[in-house]
């Protein structure tokens, strides 16, 4: 993840941005994705990320958005499902070609109001993925709870014409929404400021 952001900044495709990403040492979790990531707490991980940043930034709690690719979602306890209910309200989560679990379809859909959802996937890599059970569960929970008015509940399915689709829609998905997330400073009419991506990839 932070690879990929940091090539998207430098080919400006992107706006600037912190990328921090955790990494997992535990290998019991890390051999099982549905138990990476147990209990993820996003406000300790921001805060530790202002402490390693050393004043020579400041994290814009407003504008932090949390993305999480492969394994990040396939733990409804940890992982995603818990950095998107922290006490810091992520402007956004972004949901990479997941496990698509239909809870987690659930949870999503009715997360606060505030935050912007975009769910991405590809179907090349996988052969048992229950794809129409995750979207149509997502749907039918946003029908019933519908996001306020310029806030995202998106649906994005791809087909990456490349050799390894599951990591490239890693860059997919931050090149898509990312600019619309958080405008550069030319759309803004300011100058640029910091912002955050949580990072709960699995490395999956």
Not at 71 to 92: D, M, Y
């Amino acid at each position: 993840m932070r690879r990929i952001a940091s090539a998207l900044m430098e080919s400006e495709q992107i706006p600037p941005m912190i990328v921090a990403g955790p990494s997992t040492i535990d290998a019991v979790t890390a051999s099982n994705a549905i138990l990476l990531w147990p209990g993820f707490d996003l406000d300790t991980f921001l805060d530790k990320t202002q402490e390693r940043l050393q004043g020579l930034a400041t994290i814009d709690r407003s504008r932090v958005i949390v993305a999480g690719h492969s394994g990040a979602g396939c733990n409804t306890k940890g992982g995603l499902a818990t950095a998107l209910r922290s006490k810091t309200s992520a402007l956004a989560g972004l949901v990479i070609d997941t496990c698509l679990l239909v809870d987690e379809a659930v949870n999503l859909a009715h997360l606060r109001p505030s935050t912007n959802v975009v769910v991405s996937w590809q179907s090349i890599s996988w052969e048992d993925r229950y794809f129409d059970d995750f979207r149509n569960a997502f749907k039918r929970e946003v029908k019933k709870a519908p996001a306020p008015a310029g806030i995202l509940r998106e649906l994005d399915y791809q087909q990456p014409s490349v050799a390894s689709p599951h990591d490239a829609m890693v860059g997919i998905t931050l090149r898509k929404w990312l600019p619309r997330l958080v405008p550069g400073p030319a759309a803004q009419g300011a100058p640029a400021t910091a912002k955050a991506i949580a990072d709960s990839n699995a490395g999956g």
